[in-house]
Nanobody
Framework: QVQLVESGGGLVQAGGSLRLSCSASGRTFSSNAMGWFRQAPGKEREFVAAIKGGSAYYADSVKGRFTISRDNAKNAVYLQMNSLEPEDTAVYYC???????????????????????WGQGTQVTVSS
């Protein structure tokens, strides 16, 4: 059974930093795309960042502030979040594409339908 478990969320002041972790179990995702999405209260789930091979993709709202990385030996993906803003407050979800052989466009990886597995989410709250 595949599981994605996020950790590292919490409460931080504006301008601060957090590092989210997503640990995968049940199968290896080293060749698969993995991503981060977020959902604020009353809003739709939105793309944050994704990584596939040597390529990383970011939402315009987080470019220059967030960095996605992965450790294939640990079957994990990370999201370093710097210069956090109150608008970043949301539940953050880790996601993984089930297909290691497929490489999509940058736009494809911003879509929730690109991912087959999802974590339960971790809350990030940024106070002003």
């Amino acid at each position: 059974q595949v599981q994605l478990v996020e950790s590292g969320g919490g409460l931080v002041q504006a301008g601060g930093s957090l590092r989210l972790s997503c640990s995968a179990s049940g199968r290896t995702f080293s060749s698969n795309a993995m991503g981060w999405f977020r959902q604020a209260p009353g809003k739709e789930r939105e793309f944050v960042a994704a990584i596939k091979g040597g390529s990383a993709y970011y939402a315009d709202s987080v470019k220059g502030r967030f960095t996605i990385s992965r450790d294939n030996a640990k079957n994990a993906v990370y999201l370093q979040m710097n210069s956090l803003e109150p608008e970043d407050t949301a539940v953050y979800y880790c996601a993984a594409d089930g297909r290691s052989y497929y490489t999509g466009t940058s736009y494809y990886y911003t879509r929730p339908y690109a991912y087959d597995y999802w974590g339960q989410g971790t809350q990030v709250t940024v106070s002003s």
